[in-house]
């Protein structure tokens, strides 16, 4: 491979944000006149979407209880609204659906999309809930939900489709993607500059490096002399000592095989994603038990049926990522999908036969308070660790490229490493997921 000795700027894995980052400083560059795509230099081991951004279920969701996730979802979903054929985007909308334990949340957080522009209608109450939902879906039969958060902006985009799409836009910027491209290692300079990358295919010489591996950010991290675990203050003042800095959680998702278009909204229109939290028994529809504690589901309409999840399995620290593992979902999970969703409407009823032995659910490898880690770790390298919330996090890269030319980002700054030292953590939300 002809791959160059050296890269002003040398960015590492071809998912959403080594993409994004790779495509937006292109742009900034030439804006600036400071130089051009032809600066950059992108190498992935395996090629574009290989990783976790190829096998996304693609959801785009502003709704998160903590106020920076909030703004920087907001900043993504103009970023994906920017150029939607592209992205391979779908405008939907995105709809929250809770039991009484998040009505607080989900208003809270309505309150602040009201005040950031997010065009969005919140519902409380039983009657009043299943009187919206049956009015956009008039099979609509869950019960206990108090309270529906409809954002009007958001929905999902096709993950492959759209990777694809961004690296276009890239190359067409002159930025050179190199695939099968490993980076085995990293040479520094006494202050802990990098100043030159190892590969399988010989060394680069760079000015800068931004890493975007997706869950294999462990390994990078331990490649330029990072610590596995770190003490982390609470904002209350306590410290926990010796917490992993990561640790991997198992996404569980899956499809069923029917005509896409037998879901949609009442009067024949492409429905939102839908995401339901509740405390109501679950069971299926022969009437088997499957949990009554409190679960989750969330789906979505398509290419070639109705695709979805629920909630993560904990794998712990000690886990190797390569080869990335997919479609090994836990056995129980189709019966609790598929029950989950003929609980929620009845065109689902007796979908189980149709689920669907898809390659989907792959694994994330989330930070020590779950939140994403975006930040210099050496005084050239900037690490973009997005603990799993980050397909929809297309703008992260448009903001990194403005922080490597030297410019500040107040949406990236409460992400700063330096937050688990000092206390500054985000407030924890009531949902049972790792991710919200
Ligand atoms: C099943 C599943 C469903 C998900 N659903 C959603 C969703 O609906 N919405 C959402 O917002 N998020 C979702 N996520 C999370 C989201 O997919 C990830 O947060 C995001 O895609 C990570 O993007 P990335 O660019 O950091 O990494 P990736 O997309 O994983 O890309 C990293 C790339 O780095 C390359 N690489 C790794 N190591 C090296 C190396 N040493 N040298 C060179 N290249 C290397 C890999 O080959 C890979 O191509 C989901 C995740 C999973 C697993």
């Not at 009484?100 to 809270?108: F, I, K, V």
């Not at 009015?135 to 958001?154: K, Y």
Request: with cysteine; hydrophobic share 40%; proline share 6%.
């Amino acid at each position: 491979m002809d791959l160059p000795k050296s890269a002003r700027f040398l960015v590492i894995g071809a998912g959403v944000h080594g993409l994004s980052t790779a495509y937006h400083l292109a742009c900034e560059l030439k804006a600036r006149g400071e130089g051009s795509g032809a600066d950059i230099l992108l190498v992935d081991k395996a090629g574009i979407a290989a990783g976790a951004s190829g096998i996304a279920c693609g959801v785009v969701r502003n709704n998160y209880y903590q106020p920076a996730m909030s703004e920087l979802m907001a900043a993504n979903v103009e970023v994906w609204e920017s150029d939607p054929a592209a992205y391979h985007y779908n405008s939907v909308g995105y709809m929250a659906l809770g039991p009484t334990a998040q009505e607080s949340d989900l208003t809270e957080v309505a309150e602040r999309q009201e005040q950031i522009g997010y065009a969005n209608t919140l519902i409380t109450g039983e009657a009043a809930c299943t009187a919206y939902m049956k009015d956009l879906f008039p099979d609509w039969r869950a019960q206990g939900i108090t309270v529906v958060l409809h954002e009007h902006r958001g929905g999902f985009a096709f993950n492959i489709a759209s990777m694809h799409g961004i690296a276009g836009k890239a190359k067409a910027e002159g930025v050179r993607i190199a695939e099968d491209v490993r980076v085995t290692g990293f040479e520094m300079d006494g202050a802990g500059a990098v100043t030159s990358v190892r590969t399988n295919h010989g060394d680069i010489d760079v000015e800068q490096v931004i890493v975007g591996v997706g869950p294999w950010v462990p390994e990078i991290w331990a490649m330029l002399g990072l610590p596995p675990k770190i003490d982390v203050r609470t904002p209350a003042g306590e410290v926990h000592r010796e917490r992993d800095m990561w640790t991997y959680w198992y996404l569980q998702e899956g499809e069923i095989a029917v005509d896409p278009l037998m879901f949609d909204r009442a009067g024949g229109g492409a429905p939102p994603v839908i995401h339901v939290d509740t405390d109501a028994p679950l069971r299926s529809d022969d009437g088997r038990l499957i949990t009554e504690e409190l679960w989750g589901i969330y789906y979505k309409r398509d290419r070639h049926g109705v695709q979805g999840g629920a909630a993560p399995l904990p794998i712990g620290s000690d886990f190797d990522v390569d080869p990335y593992p997919t479609a090994s979902v836990e056995p129980a999970f189709p019966d609790m999908w598929c029950a989950a969703l003929s609980h929620c409407m009845g065109r689902f009823e007796g979908c189980r036969p149709l689920y669907k032995d898809a390659r989907s659910g792959g694994a994330g490898a989330f930070t020590a308070d779950n939140f994403p880690v975006f930040d210099y770790m050496r005084p050239n390298v900037y690490v973009i660790a997005d603990s799993n919330h980050g397909y929809k996090m297309i703008g992260v890269g448009k903001e990194v490229a403005r922080v490597v030319l030297g410019e500040h980002s107040s949406l990236l700054y409460p992400f700063r490493f330096d937050r688990f030292a000092t206390g500054d953590l985000h407030p924890v939300s009531n949902s049972p997921y790792p991710w919200s």
